[in-house]
């Protein structure tokens, strides 16, 4: 039976997501911010394969946190799914990094990282990625005024970019973004016009799904459709030049 770790498992699509395949019966390690955050897990916990906690806002607990999972044993598949969305300032991480950056980017790829490799790894991205696209000087905000809408837009184009260089760099890795539509999460609003059911589907289809279509690696998805990610995010030059950075900002290579 598969393992599947979740990150932003307390709320949103990765709790749908979460309770979907344990109700499959999937061993699925759920993921919290804090103890304190973990209480929200308490219906779900029972039925999990464990409960990891730490701020993916913070380089040392992010990677304690990854510590955690390697100690429950290597996942079958990690769903890369905890986000936040408009920031009001760029904010301060414990590490000096602009909040939307170090939850939506770095952790991602700190985890990435550290976490034993898993056969298939998920990145939850967005649509709004496409309007990310631009230069990679200034990607932590230390320069620019900052923009919370180009923010997560520009960690999300990253998000994606990070999911197509693993495609290309780990051929026995099934590495794919998803796009899961506008619904109506704590982030999301209740505005949102989107299905919540299809918002989770996808990502959990990826990570356990076993037909043809499920079981490839280096798309962009939308409501398990392929679609085109922006072009920034397939282009093996800028892959390399964020890597770089990711790497030069978390003092840990990927590669
Ligand atoms: N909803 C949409 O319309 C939409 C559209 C496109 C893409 N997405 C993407 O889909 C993913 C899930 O979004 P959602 O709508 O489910 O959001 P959500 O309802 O706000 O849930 C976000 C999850 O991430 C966790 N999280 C946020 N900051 C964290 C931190 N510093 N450390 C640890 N955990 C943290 C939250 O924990 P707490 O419960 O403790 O806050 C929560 O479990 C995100 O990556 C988002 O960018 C969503």
Request: glycine share 10%.
């Amino acid at each position: 039976m598969p393992r599947i770790f979740i990150t932003g498992s307390t709320d949103g699509l990765g709790r749908a997501a979460a309770g979907a395949l344990i109700g499959e019966g999937h061993d699925v390690v759920l993921h919290a911010r804090s103890r304190e955050r973990a209480a929200a897990l308490r219906d779900l916990a029972p039925d999990a394969a464990g409960v990891v906690t730490g701020d993916l806002s913070s380089a040392a607990e992010t990677r304690d946190l990854a510590d955690q999972v390697n100690e429950i044993g290597r996942m079958d598949a990690v769903i890369h799914n905890a986000g936040v969305y408009l920031e009001p300032s760029r904010g301060m991480t414990a590490d000096g990094h602009a909040t939307t950056l170090a939850v939506n980017t770095l952790a991602p790829y700190l985890l990435t990282a550290l976490i034993d490799r898993p056969d298939r790894l998920i990145y939850l991205s967005s649509g709004l990625h496409h309007a990310g696209a631009g230069s990679l000087r200034d990607i932590d905000w230390t320069s620019r005024s900052w923009n919370a809408a180009r923010a997560y837009s520009e960690s999300k184009l990253y998000v994606t970019a990070l999911a197509l260089t693993l495609a290309r760099a780990w051929p026995d890795v099934l590495s794919n973004a998803v796009d899961p539509g506008w619904v109506p999460t704590k982030m999301g609003g209740p505005g949102a016009t989107g299905d919540l059911r299809m918002g989770h589907l996808t990502q959990t289809w990826l990570a356990v799904g076993n037909d043809a279509a499920a079981t490839v690696s280096g798309g962009y998805w939308y409501h398990r459709q392929r679609q085109a990610p922006a072009p920034q995010a397939r282009d093996p030059a800028f892959q390399d030049q964020l890597t770089d950075r990711l790497a030069a900002l978390t003092g840990i290579a990927l590669f």
